[in-house]
Structure formats: structure tokens, C-alpha cells
């Protein structure tokens, strides 16, 4: 049917139509009709307290629920307050549409007016935008579709003289184009099974743009009799797996690592093999690495790899498992599954379970003692989200995770403060979960003002706050050089007084006992953030501590011949 209406209201009657499944803003004069048309439609919104606030949410709700979030903002300058949280999106090829306010065509003298095209493709986003009323269906369209197929964070603007224009809409021609995943070339897919086949220690890696492919990956892995592992973007995918270790690179416990380590044949699919998912090469030294992509730009870009192979995750998976199941196999053939490496697996998958001795520094708790204890505490059903900083291990550690949704990782342009928007994002996008943010002091002042947000969604959010009153990360970076450390420390601020004028629940911790609140938290019914105010001993979190580098190449050779 068609129907006249104005630019504004076409553009959101577009998007409902493609499937924008929820949408996150702030409403300005630029913005105002380009949003209540979406919400006109029936597509959710959710008024933030600031731009980056929102796109992170989206960003966050994209990611944990594989449907796409739109972001309304306001031209100028409320797109350049959403540019750090835009720059996040576009490294995790998350896809997000942006529909933003423009200046009127030709208004170079307008306060609002930059360059916004310019300053999306400078964060690694794709501009986009409405040229003309008779071209704005076709050029919304053409903004999502490509946000969807190439998953790209794109960035519509929409000039404001063009939103009041009257045009003609046919709801019936807007359509998604279906689009099927391509498969391997014949060689590339021969090489792999070759490499598998001959491996005697073979680890599967599984990243981001493998979350779509668990199945295919652990049949894989099953034929191969290979380990399983994620990245910390896909952290999560194989927690029902016996053979997995929870994650690889800064994550892992130092088992995990040697385990890895001593691989002969690592496959990566959907992986990016950036340093901190190899520690600096040191666990992928000593094997053969395989990249498997369907992005040809990402084979090798981080690392040489012996072999590339184009093609889905998951269709490369399903091939590689049918030519290994065909192959005759010695009865004796295990790969890397023996009875000595299952039980290593079992002892060095979790840190929660690594022995430490608990740091007793009077007034503070360990931050390790405390995570644990709250990994006990808190619903299993949960989404963890750390935030930036040299205490994002502990959350991205010691908290387990139940599945591949449950765990949320906006540290692409590791940026610090972006926990508590991506924790109500995933929240939204997952309400039967529990939302768990391990975030700094330094972090959570940055972000306070959503939690105001949180508060007004009626959000049952944990919010722990690791609160050693410094920018902790410079703190440990630092004091081999210099004690001039002042200029990254603070008063120490009551985190938990703060939370409950907000409207959420606060808690300060100092030691085991102060935790009864947050068991009555659990109890309760969940309808408000819970903050708490974790007061921890400061001392460098293994993550910063640890060498990328392994002690010795003897180390590497010493357990390879072990495991052999």
C-alpha cells in the first residue's frame, strides 16, 4: 500500500520494515521526528543521558542478540559525542545503523555544522547518507542492508531539510536481499584437512565471527581430536564443551596457555590473531597456524600465517569434519585427547579455580577473593561485561559465563567507561539475564550518567565497581619508573552513596562479611541496579603483570615433548 508521508516518518516506516529491532538515543531538534517515527512503527527506544552512552548500548544489544539496533542522534555535535562508542562498533564489525541529524544542505555557517561524513570514515565507520526526499527510502535501505551484510557500523545523515519533505512510500518494495554464505575453494579446504589430519596436538579457535558455527566447530574438533578455545570476543561459545579451555591470549590461566602453547596446528576461524589473542605470538610460536575468514582483508593481517582459507566459519567447519570423518584413522589416534590433557584441561580452564594466596591489606578486599566470591553469589544466567582498565580481568576472568551471550567485550578501542552502557544494552536485548559490569572507579565516574538509565529501565544490573581510588592501569604501569604518581589518583569517592542517589541499590565492600546485601540484592526482585562499591587492594591484575612472551623457547619445547 502505499501512503504519503513526510522524509521522516518513511525513513522509520523503512527501518521497522528491514527489522531494527530496538533503538537507542539522545533527542535533539535534528533527531525529534526521525525518532518518534521509529518509535511510531513499534520499534522500542531507549533515551540515554549521553550519545556515546547510547551507541554503546546498541552497540551491546547488536552483539548479544544478532539483531540490529539503530542509534538516533542529533547532528554535529551529538554525532561527535557517539564517535568513540561509533569507533568501538566499527572495530567489532558490529552491525549498526547510526541515523543521525544533518545540517540543511549548503549551511556551512550553522554551529552544528562539521564535516560528519569525514569524521565517521576517521573512525573506521561507513558514511552513509540521504541525498534527496525522492531518494531517502532507497538511500535508508541501502545504509541497513550494508550494516547487515558486510557487518558494518554505518552511519546515516539525514540533512534537516529533507525530513519535512512529502514523498510517495510503498511499504510492499522494501525488502531484505537474502544473501547465502560462501564455502571454500577445493585446495584450500584439502590443505586444511591435511593439516588436521596430520596434527598430533591441534587447538580450534573460534572468534567473534565464528559465533554462528558451535556445532560445525565442535564436530570438527571431535574428528580431529583437537582442543576448543575462543577468543575473548566469542568467550563463552564452548562452556558446555569438555575438551575447551574457557579462553585464549591475555585471558587465559597460565595451564590454558601452555596447553595452547604447545599446539602443533592451530585453526582460527573468525579470529582476528591479534596480539593480545596470541600474546605477542608466544602461544602460537610453535605451531602451524591456519586463518579461516571469509573476510579476505583479515587473513594475516596480525600475524603470518602458513595457511589462509576463504569462507564462513561454519561451512568450512562442516567440510573439513565430513572429508575427516571419510578418512581411515588409526584406532589409537587421539590428537590432543589423552587422559593426561583432559584433566589439565579441567584444572586450568577457570581462574576462579587457580590457587592464589588472598592479599590482606586492611580496610581493602582482593579483588581475585572477591570476584569468586560473587561468581557464587550472582544468577548463573548473566551477561559479564568488563570495562577497560587494568581491573577488566577479574570480571573477564574469574566470572564464568554460561553461554556465548553471556559474555560482552567493548574493549576493541580500549576505551575505559563503556561498561555500564554495554551492560544495559545487553541487558535490554537479554531481559531473563543478569547484567554484570566489572568496571573501574575511574571508568564508572566516566559513565555515571547512565546509570540514571539503568535506574529508569527498572534494570536489575550489578554494577562492581573495583574502586582503588586511581586510574589504576598508569598506577602499575608506572611506579618501576616514578613515584610521581599523584596526578592519576583520587579522593577516595563513596561509590555506593553516589549509586542510591541515583536510585539504585548501594553497597560498599571492604571484606567478606559486607557482601549480606548483596545476597538480599539477589533475593529481591531485581528491579534496580545494584552497585557495589568493591574498596581492593591495589597491586598490578596478572593481565598487566604477565610477559607476553614466554620464559624460554625450552619452555615451549619442554612441554610439547610431554604432551607428545
Not at 208 to 227: F, N, P, Q, S, Y
Not at 337 to 353: E, F, L, P, Q, S
Not at 371 to 388: C, F, K, S, W
Amino acid at each position: 500500500m502505499t501512503a504519503t508521508v513526510p522524509v521522516s516518518a518513511a525513513i522509520g516506516r523503512t527501518l521497522a520494515t528491514l527489522g531494527a529491532a530496538h533503538v537507542f538515543g539522545v533527542v535533539g531538534s535534528g533527531n525529534f521526528h526521525l525518532t518518534n517515527a521509529m518509535v511510531d512503527t513499534g520499534v522500542p527506544f531507549t533515551a540515554a543521558r549521553h550519545e556515546m552512552g547510547a551507541t554503546v548500548m546498541a552497540d551491546a544489544y547488536s552483539r548479544t542478540s544478532d539483531r540490529v539496533a539503530v542509534v538516533s542522534l542529533h547532528q554535529g555535535c551529538g554525532l561527535s559525542n557517539a564517535l568513540t562508542g561509533i569507533a568501538e562498533a566499527a572495530k567489532c564489525h558490529t552491525p549498526l545503523l547510526v541515523v543521525t541529524g544533518d545540517t540543511a544542505t549548503g549551511d556551512v555557517n550553522s554551529n552544528f555544522h562539521v564535516d560528519q561524513d569525514a569524521a565517521v570514515r576517521a573512525m573506521g565507520a561507513t558514511a552513509a547518507r540521504v541525498y534527496s526526499a525522492e531518494t531517502a527510502v532507497a538511500d535508508t535501505a541501502r545504509a541497513y542492508i550494508r550494516a547487515v551484510t558486510e557487518r558494518e557500523t554505518v552511519v546515516l545523515s539525514v540533512p534537516v531539510d529533507i525530513q519535512d519533505r512529502i514523498v510517495e512510500l510503498d511499504e510492499t518494495s522494501i525488502t531484505l536481499p537474502r544473501v547465502h554464505r560462501a564455502g571454500p575453494s577445493s585446495q584450500a579446504l584439502t590443505d586444511l584437512v591435511e593439516l588436521l589430519a596430520g596434527a598430533r596436538r591441534p587447538v580450534i579457535l573460534a572468534g567473534r565471527g565464528a559465533r554462528h558455527a558451535k556445532t560445525e566447530l565442535v564436530r570438527l574438533a571431535d574428528h580431529a581430536g583437537a582442543l576448543l578455545v575462543t577468543s575473548a570476543g566469542a568467550r563463552g561459545l564452548f562452556a558446555d564443551q569438555e575438551w575447551a579451555l574457557d579462553v585464549m591470549g591475555g585471558f587465559s590461566t597460565e595451564g590454558a596457555a601452555e596447553l595452547i602453547a604447545a599446539a602443533d596446528v592451530v585453526v582460527g576461524f573468525g579470529a582476528s590473531l591479534n596480539k593480545w589473542t596470541g600474546r605477542d605470538g608466544a602461544l602460537m610460536r610453535g605451531a602451524t597456524v591456519v586463518h579461516v575468514d571469509d573476510r579476505p582483508a583479515a587473513i594475516g593481517r596480525h600475524r603470518d600465517v602458513a595457511l589462509g582459507v576463504i569462507g564462513d566459519a561454519a561451512i568450512v567447519a562442516a567440510l573439513a569434519a565430513d572429508q575427516l570423518e571419510q578418512r581411515p584413522r588409526s584406532g589409537t589416534h587421539r590428537g590432543y585427547r589423552t587422559a593426561d590433557v583432559a584433566r589439565r584441561v579441567h584444572a586450568a580452564r577457570y581462574w576462579r579455580d587457580q590457587p592464589f594466596e588472598p592479599l590482606r591489606d586492611p580496610g581493602c578486599i582482593d579483588p581475585r577473593e572477591l570476584t569468586n566470591l560473587l561468581d557464587e553469589l550472582l544468577p548463573a544466567e548473566r551477561i559479564v561485561v568488563p570495562d577497560g582498565g587494568n581491573v577488566n580481568c577479574y570480571p573477564a576472568g574469574h566470572l564464568r559465563v554460561p553461554d556465548v551471550r553471556g559474555f560482552c567485550f567493548p574493549l576493541a578501542f580500549q576505551a575505559i567507561g563503556m561498561g555500564i552502557a554495554a551492560g544495559i544494552g545487553a541487558g535490554i536485548a537479554q531481559p531473563g539475564r543478569v547484567p554484570v559490569v566489572g568496571t573501574g572507579d575511574g571508568a564508572f565516574m566516566m559513565s555515571l550518567a547512565e546509570l540514571d538509565t539503568a535506574v529508569r529501565a527498572r534494570l536489575g544490573l550489578v554494577v562492581i565497581v573495583y574502586n582503588d581510588s586511581a586510574y589504576g592501569a598508569e598506577v602499575n604501569l608506572f611506579r618501576p619508573y616514578t613515584d610521581d604518581l599523584d596526578i592519576v589518583r583520587f579522593p577516595d569517592t563513596d561509590m555506593a552513596r553516589v549509586a542510591r542517589g541515583f536510585g539504585a541499590e548501594g553497597v560498599t565492600v571492604r571484606e567478606i562479611s559486607d557482601l549480606g546485601p548483596v545476597r538480599e540484592w539477589v533475593d529481591g526482585p531485581r528491579d534496580r541496579p545494584l552497585v557495589i562499591d568493591a574498596k581492593i587492594a591495589t597491586f598490578p591484575s596478572w593481565l598487566m603483570a604477565q610477559r607476553y612472551v614466554l620464559a624460554e623457547d625450552a619452555t615451549h619445547n619442554d612441554l610439547s615433548s610431554e604432551l607428545a
